[in-house]
């Protein structure tokens, strides 16, 4: 079987045989909603979305309150005006006929202003929702692309090549992520993109294409492995390298602060 996928590591990877570890839960970027996610979260994530959405409902229901209490207390201030005017009006005094006429305008206008005003709150967006986080198109379609082949591979995969496969998908498509706002083409975005446009769709076709043998197993987890392998580390650098920004932007405000207060 031709190997796929081996290009430019495997001076750094030599012979892994291991099985790609499981990707974190935590691994997921926030969205609305997210394809990825199967429904897998668990009990405590499931309890936060419940009290979240409790907390939501709770806010709706605090401000068409109060937006209830204020009309109750206009309705109140209008009818008085209106049951004035209307004693004046029949005691045969003309002006209030006209101080009617734009009591009731005003009256229009305030029940226009709360109508309004509880639309927006009950069609208002949850405020802990999360919001998707735009990517580039291209970025989006090698998504699409590495989704579809998941759930092919899941179908027609043994357990042991389901595990590996969707752990080095979600690896790449983390990797992808990541290098989604590089301003150049280096190594690691042409290493995630390669991965998800070729060497994963060519792996999994030439796999599925012979007769299985332990042997092919082999070469399989072997290649998924090397391709994991890769992805991950482009994430964990680009972590590493987001960690030394903020600690080197720490280290400029203590000087700058801590100088100014000598």
Do not use: C
């Amino acid at each position: 079987m031709r190997q796929a996928g081996t290009r430019g590591v495997r001076g750094a990877y030599p012979e892994r045989m291991a099985l790609p570890t499981p990707p974190r839960s935590g691994s997921r970027l926030p969205g609305v909603p997210d394809p990825w996610d199967r429904g897998s979260s668990s009990p405590t994530q499931r309890a936060e979305q419940a009290l979240r959405r409790g907390m939501d409902l709770g806010q709706r229901a605090l401000s068409l309150g109060g937006l209830l209490l204020l009309g109750v207390l206009a309705f109140a201030v209008f009818a008085g005006l209106l049951l004035g005017l209307g004693i004046l009006l029949a005691g045969g005094n003309a002006i209030a006929g006209w101080l009617m006429g734009l009591v009731l305008i005003l009256a229009l206008v305030v029940a226009a202003w709360f109508g309004r005003r509880a639309s927006q709150v009950l069609r208002a967006p949850p405020e802990s929702a999360p919001q998707d986080v735009p990517t580039p198109p291209s970025i989006r379609e090698d998504e699409a692309g590495l989704l579809a082949l998941l759930r092919a591979g899941e179908r027609a995969l043994p357990a042991p090549g389901r595990a590996a496969l969707h752990a080095t998908v979600i690896a790449t498509r983390d990797a992808l992520r990541v290098t989604a706002g590089d301003a150049a083409f280096g190594r690691d975005t042409h290493d995630a993109r390669q991965a998800a446009r070729e060497d994963l769709p060519e792996l999994l076709h030439t796999y599925q294409s012979g007769r299985r043998t332990p042997e092919t197993d082999r070469l399989f987890l072997e290649q998924l492995d090397l391709i994991g392998g890769r992805m991950r580390e482009v994430v964990q650098e680009r972590q590493a390298q987001h960690v030394r920004t903020l600690t080197a932007q720490r280290r400029y405000l203590e000087s700058k602060y801590r100088e100014g207060e000598e």
